[in-house]
């Protein structure tokens, strides 16, 4: 069963199914907020941090990346006490690191969705690699969900859902013309 046929109808699943899974995000708070979601996911199911969401967002400073990327012992000790996020060290430090990761790539690209831009289109396993050596705690299922789920790789809906062709129209990066390379 696909996620399209699964999510219908669902408290949870069914609105983040019908507006964000699979739009591309262009917004860097944005972005970085869905990695972390996705890394905080490991293990875990998916309607448990659809239901911790607005917890996270309250944790990490609605994920300010300057103030993330700043956090020291102290709010390391507040976050692992937090009963409203998933209160693991190695998540709760790759956060806070990969903050410190997408504000560097503002530096050299611009913004997070430059940087996946300038190495778009890779195929999974590609981004797999690049995500590994880029950022913490990511590997292929983490990475392959963010970028299902920001509009970097096909997949998120089948062709006949209609969310489909809502985000068919907004332009994702999956569906443009791959670039030529050059020779």
């Given at each position: 069963m696909s996620y399209c046929s699964a999510a219908a109808g669902?408290?949870?699943?069914?609105p983040?199914?019908?507006?964000?899974?699979?739009?591309?995000?262009?917004?860097?708070?944005r972005l970085f907020e869905r990695l972390v979601l996705e890394i905080n996911q490991a293990?875990?199911?998916?309607?448990?941090?659809?239901?911790?969401?607005?917890?996270?967002?309250a944790a990490f400073d609605r994920?300010?990346?300057e103030r993330v990327a700043a956090y020291g012992r102290p709010e390391?000790?507040?976050l692992l006490r937090d009963p409203g996020i998933i209160?693991?060290?190695?998540k709760i430090d790759a956060t806070i690191d990969n903050a410190g990761r997408v504000l560097a790539l503002r530096d050299s690209h611009?913004?997070?969705?430059?940087?996946?831009d300038a190495h778009h289109p890779l195929g999974k396993d590609e981004w797999v690699k690049l995500f590994k050596t880029t950022f913490r705690f990511t590997g292929g299922e983490i990475t392959g969900e963010f970028l299902l789920s920001t509009g970097y790789l096909p997949g998120a809906h089948v062709p006949s859902c209609p969310i489909?062709?809502?985000?068919?129209?907004?332009?994702?990066?999956?569906?443009?013309?791959?670039r030529r390379q050059r020779k």
């Amino acid at each position: 069963m696909s996620y399209c046929s699964a999510a219908a109808g669902h408290p949870w699943h069914g609105p983040y199914h019908d507006t964000e899974y699979g739009f591309p995000l262009r917004d860097d708070t944005r972005l970085f907020e869905r990695l972390v979601l996705e890394i905080n996911q490991a293990g875990l199911s998916w309607l448990t941090i659809l239901k911790k969401k607005e917890n996270f967002r309250a944790a990490f400073d609605r994920f300010d990346l300057e103030r993330v990327a700043a956090y020291g012992r102290p709010e390391r000790a507040r976050l692992l006490r937090d009963p409203g996020i998933i209160r693991n060290r190695l998540k709760i430090d790759a956060t806070i690191d990969n903050a410190g990761r997408v504000l560097a790539l503002r530096d050299s690209h611009g913004s997070f969705a430059a940087w996946l831009d300038a190495h778009h289109p890779l195929g999974k396993d590609e981004w797999v690699k690049l995500f590994k050596t880029t950022f913490r705690f990511t590997g292929g299922e983490i990475t392959g969900e963010f970028l299902l789920s920001t509009g970097y790789l096909p997949g998120a809906h089948v062709p006949s859902c209609p969310i489909y062709k809502t985000i068919a129209r907004l332009d994702p990066p999956w569906m443009r013309p791959r670039r030529r390379q050059r020779k």
